[in-house]
């Protein structure tokens, strides 16, 4: 059974930084787009990061390009989200989502023009940018 459970959330003032992680069970990440989305209260879902199965492609949302940067450790079958420089903006519930890279891309399901039916979701995490 395919599984992903974020960690690294938390509160932090502005300007400061946060680490995420996504942890993967039941399947190898090799041959996955994973992605980072998040959803604040009132707004609709958007795309924040995305890589590819062998992290040689990302694909960043134009707000989060130069704080934010995605990696992965396939060994740890984990993906990172570094993010700097937060603004309160930023507030929301961040979500992992891993999708058969065979049937999207990682422009297509940061952008949300794919994101296939079969794709994998963590429960999210919490990142609160406030003073």
């Known amino acids: 059974q395919l599984q992903l459970v974020e960690s690294g959330g938390g509160l932090v003032q502005p300007g400061g930084s946060l680490r995420l992680s996504c942890a993967a069970s039941?399947?190898?990440?090799?041959?996955?787009?994973t992605g980072w989305f998040r959803q604040a209260p009132g707004k609709e879902r958007e795309g924040v990061a995305c890589?590819?199965?062998?992290?040689?492609?990302?694909f960043y949302a134009d707000s989060m390009k130069g704080r934010f940067t995605i990696s992965r450790d396939n060994g740890q079958n984990t993906v990172f989200l570094q993010m700097d420089n937060l603004k309160p903006e930023d507030t929301a519930v961040y979500y992992c989502?891993?999708?058969?890279?065979?049937?999207?891309?990682?422009?297509?399901?940061?952008?949300?023009?794919?994101?296939?039916?079969?794709?994998?979701w963590g429960q999210g995490t919490q990142v609160t940018v406030s003073s």
């Open positions: 989502a891993a999708a058969n890279s065979r049937i999207t891309t990682v422009q297509y399901m940061c952008d949300q023009i794919h994101i296939p039916s079969s794709t994998s």
């Open positions: 890589i590819s199965g062998l992290g040689n492609s990302m």
């Open positions: 039941g399947f190898t990440q090799d041959y996955y787009v």
